[in-house]
């Protein structure tokens, strides 16, 4: 089973940036999906962006695309989710997701604060 932790949340001010990591154990091989969801209380989980591997392909929903970066360390089996020009309606719970031999891995999600 795949284990994810996340990190780099925090309060940033509207315009400011963040950078999140989740780094995964577990992983038997390098073929996999890794996403990025966040979530509002009392709304539902939201896809905003995954990277696959092999390949590096992405996609971005169209509330981030253009202010968050996904990027892949092979290395250390790490993620990264960039996010400029952050606004207050970003403000959300951040969630990391693998996706490995057909089984479904979830972090325990970051709190991201943006203030106005």
């Known amino acids: 089973q795949v284990q994810l932790v996340e990190s780099g949340g925090g309060l940033v001010q509207a315009g400011g940036s963040l950078r999140l990591s989740c780094t995964a154990s577990g992983l038997t091989s390098r073929t996999y999906v890794m996403s990025w969801y966040r979530q509002i209380p009392g709304k539902e989980r939201e896809l905003i962006v995954y990277?696959?591997?092999?390949?590096?392909?992405?996609s971005y929903a169209d509330s981030v695309k253009g202010r968050f970066t996904i990027s892949r360390d092979n290395g250390n089996d790490t993620i990264y989710l960039q996010m400029n020009n952050l606004r207050p309606e970003d403000t959300a719970v951040y969630y990391c997701?693998?996706?490995?031999?057909?089984?479904?891995?979830w972090g325990q999600g970051t709190q991201v604060t943006v203030s106005s």
């Open positions: 997701q693998a996706i490995h031999q057909l089984l479904f891995s």
């Open positions: 990277i696959t591997s092999p390949g590096n392909n992405t």
